[in-house]
């Protein structure tokens, strides 16, 4: 079995995780918070990648950062940077497609908290950003890992998605799910097997040390 595929799948995974998490707590925060008329709007549009075939927004993605649309031309001018059939693509790609596995338990766990904890930390002077990482986010440790792991685990599940906007180049954005198709398209079962099974053991461990960890944190 070549572990290409898979050190690129987790290399993928845990970059766009930490990303991810950069953007999905403050994301999280604001829509927690906000009582603008909007937010059912921006609710549903971060929420679409989980009805939509991951096939379609990789198409959409594949049309705007081609080089030959504006998107695609604007940042390979100003930047030198090409997400079509590229890493850096893949990262974009699936940054947005596993935004709402980040975003949605962070938000949820920060609504379920007492307002009155949010209260008394700015009665007592604290700004909004120290109340948020010093109050709130310590007492929503399991939306936080859950946030984490459910970014994690989706990434490495993606096939539509990377297939579309990565292609299938050996090194670069050839990834396990694209590996298995490949030796199942070459009638090769024995090599997509190590590929799956190997990927279904993770996926299954990470999920029982997580719900492990939470099922501690709420006793």
């Not at 918070?33 to 959409?60: D, H, N, Q, R």
């Not at 609504?111 to 109050?135: I, Q």
């Amino acid at each position: 079995m070549d572990w290409a595929p898979i050190w690129l799948t987790f290399r993928l995974a845990s970059i766009t995780t930490v990303l991810l998490l950069l953007v999905g707590i403050p994301l999280a925060a604001w829509l927690s918070a906000t009582k603008i008329k909007l937010k059912p709007l921006i609710e549903a549009i971060i929420s679409m990648p989980l009805v939509l075939p991951p096939s379609v927004l990789g198409f959409y993605f594949l049309l705007a950062f081609s080089p030959n649309n504006a998107l695609g031309q604007w940042l390979e001018k100003a930047f030198n940077l090409r997400l079509v059939f590229s890493f850096e693509g893949l990262v974009v790609a699936s940054m947005i497609y596993s935004l709402p596995f980040m975003v949605h338990p962070i938000q949820a766990g920060l609504e379920n908290l007492p307002p009155s904890w949010k209260e008394a930390s700015f009665t007592l002077g604290k700004s909004r950003t120290t109340t948020l990482f010093r109050v709130l986010l310590p007492n929503s440790k399991p939306a936080l890992l859950t946030g984490i792991v459910l970014s994690f685990a989706h990434t490495i599940g993606e096939f539509g998605l990377v297939l579309m906007i990565g292609g299938n180049l050996p090194g670069q954005t050839r990834v396990a799910s694209i590996a298995i198709y490949d030796e199942v398209e070459t009638l090769n079962y024995a090599a997509a097997h190590s590929y799956a099974a190997l990927l279904l053991v993770i996926s299954l461990v990470i999920l029982v040390l997580v719900y492990r960890f939470n099922k501690r944190l709420t006793v």
